[in-house]
């Protein structure tokens, strides 16, 4: 069964810094993605990584995937507060036809 | 403009009630999901759909139905046999299975 782990669950950091969010998987999978979440709000795709290596970004956000380690990475440059929100990352089961999310990662960036 | 809605954004439940939560897209999205999001939590699969008239369960199917007799609408029914029904309910779609999941703006359900 597949499990998909992300760290830290909350973090709360100072504008202008950087920091990285982790996403663990536990069985061999092509797809990863990462959507946000702001508070009441729904879900919007940000990120679609599809092979080893692969590396996208947008901004300040910079997601990479690692099929090796079963490992993607949200990096986050230079912190500003509008990007203060919740961070999913979901992962393709492959042998069906779900997606399965992790818990989330609260981001709290302040001012 | 494409998109996914939902309806209501806000539904109060009585207990013992059935409630539908509407799902529609224009998005031409072949594949249709629904998942539930409690408080500090992440998404849960209730059910999906790949094409008209086929779906099925996902993690936590017990006490909800769903009917998909168009491409465009999955509609949710919680029934009274769901015993903890208030979370924030969202609806899916995507072209198919493997492709990215675009999202609706979610139904808030309370039970009184």
């Known amino acids: 069964e597949l499990k998909v782990e992300q760290n830290p669950l909350f973090l709360s950091m100072q504008e202008g810094k950087n920091y990285t969010i982790y996403c663990n998987y536990s069985t061999t999978s092509d797809r990863l993605y990462w959507y946000r979440q702001d508070p009441g709000k729904s879900l919007e795709s940000l990120f679609v990584?599809?092979?080893?290596?692969a590396v996208k970004q947008e901004g300040r956000l910079m997601a990479s995937l690692d099929t090796k380690a079963r490992l993607s990475t949200l990096h986050i440059t230079a912190a500003v507060h509008d990007l203060s929100a919740t961070y999913f990352c979901?992962?393709?089961?492959?042998?069906?036809?779900?997606?399965?999310f992790g818990k989330g990662t609260r981001l709290h960036i302040l001012p | 403009d494409g998109g996914i809605t939902q309806s209501p954004k806000y539904l109060f439940r009585k207990e013992g009630q059935n409630v539908t939560l509407s799902c529609e897209q224009n998005?031409?999205?072949?594949?249709m999901y629904w998942y539930r999001q409690d408080p500090g939590q992440g998404l849960r699969l209730i059910y999906y759909?790949?094409?008209?008239?086929?779906?099925q369960k996902g993690d936590i199917a017990e006490g909800y139905s769903v009917s998909r007799e168009k491409k465009e609408s999955f509609p949710l029914t919680v029934t009274s046999a769901q015993k903890n029904p208030t979370a924030f309910y969202l609806c899916a779609s995507s072209f198919s299975p493997q492709w990215t999941q675009y999202f609706g703006p979610g139904t808030r359900l309370t039970v009184l």
């Open positions: 759909s790949q094409i008209v008239n086929d779906f």
């Open positions: 998005l031409n999205h072949d594949a």
């Open positions: 990584l599809l092979s080893n290596g």
């Open positions: 979901a992962v393709d089961g492959n042998r069906d036809d779900k997606i399965i």
